[in-house]
């Protein structure tokens, strides 16, 4: 293959995980899911289907829901990512993990980060909204549970984003 | 070994694909799973995000240039759109899930011209056209000629589309996008429809035309010009006029999720209620 200007295999990387900055090499196929659990050691996101169709693997890329699957890591350098593990912290994840326990939101617990973080992105999109319940059905479309038949989902919603 | 060339301009970007040896980088989700399933492996990604003209995203008289980086959901919810073609934000707001629109790209979409993608319809339907650059210059054409069968562009590989120009809608124009889903979680359309309508002063509709998307290898246009003749259009029974003219028209591919007798009803459906949109939203607007 002809070279080409400025083209690298081996990656150099600076990004912000849950406010903690990371450096790393990595080839330009990596994916962001696999770095945060193996190399960060961050394995509260989850890999279900691995095609970012399921939202198990939902982090926050620059406050925007991203499947972590389907993500190279090349992309995102300079960003501040945000995973379920960063809750010490946000008070939107506190909040949502509460709900989920009273509400009944999670069995096996293997979407749960996955939603939780979707729902953290909503909350803050809509600050100070209250939010039709319509509205969260929608913007939780592509985030799959196998266990509970969303209603715990939903109620926990309801109650994490009740002023 | 794959490697990384990050353009910061356009002309860098047509560079890097030059020898035919690159790869777009934009969303990178289309791409990425095709990566992880083993359908290709490119030799070289050229990524796109740091290149700022190309998510310009701007009114400029009688049309809007989007830029071809621009994600789902700016695009669903951008006021310059929302005030040029109202209903258009709708083809864009419901693609696959929050995920796919927070990445997902207008060019990459149309570069992947996935048959059962929601923009297609909308974008052929508005007359929309294509600005694309290459290691020869700049050329226009338009989406329904871009996209000539399922997944696959009359693009060369050595060119990128740079922006998507969509035409102002007239006073007395009206365009409306609907979508079936049937619950899956990948949100893909089981039959999508975009239709627009124009009117004469008088009230005779002028044009009207139907799009379907996800019912074919590419959208299918339906001319529904002539159901309208006459000023009785209005009437009853225009309805289900188009509803056969359109389930007629529709010849549904085999191996979709719906039979092909349903999917034909189904788009007919469809029609019908983007018709039903059109006559009660553009009331006050026309002469009765």
Known sequence: ?163 | MTTLVRARTVDEAIEALADGEGHALAGGQALTILMKEGFFSAGRLVDLSAVGELRDLARHGDHVDVGAMSRHAVVARHPALAEAVPGLGDAFGSIGNVRVRAAGTLGGNLVHADPRQDPPPALIVLDAVARVRGPSGDRTVTVDELIDGALSTTLEADELITSVTIPALGEREWFGFSKFLAGSSEGFATANAALRVSWEPDGAIERAEVCLGAVGPTPRRVSLTSTFAGPGWSGAGVGDDIAVAVAESVEPTVGRPSSSDYTRALCGELARGLFDRFVVSTRGRRPT
């Open chain 1, 1 to 163: 293959m002809s070279e080409v200007d400025g083209a690298v295999d081996a990656v150099p990387l600076t990004f912000d995980v849950n406010g903690r900055p990371v450096q790393l090499e990595v080839p330009v196929t990596s994916v962001l899911v696999d770095v945060l659990r193996d190399e960060c050691g961050l394995t509260g996101t989850k890999v279900g289907c691995g095609v970012g169709v399921c939202g198990a693997c939902t982090v926050l890329v620059d406050g925007e829901p991203a499947s972590a699957c389907l993500t190279l890591t090349v992309q995102v350098d300079g960003r501040e990512i945000e995973t379920i593990e960063g809750g010490a912290d946000d008070p939107d994840i506190v909040a949502l993990q509460r709900a989920f326990v009273a509400e009944g939101g999670l069995q096996c617990g293997f979407c749960t980060s996955g939603q939780i973080m979707t729902l953290v992105a909503l909350r803050r999109q809509r600050q100070g909204e209250v939010i039709p319940i319509d509205d969260v059905r929608h913007h939780l479309t592509g985030s799959v549970c196998r266990c509970t038949g969303y209603y715990g989902i939903l109620r926990a919603a309801v109650a994490a984003f009740e002023p």
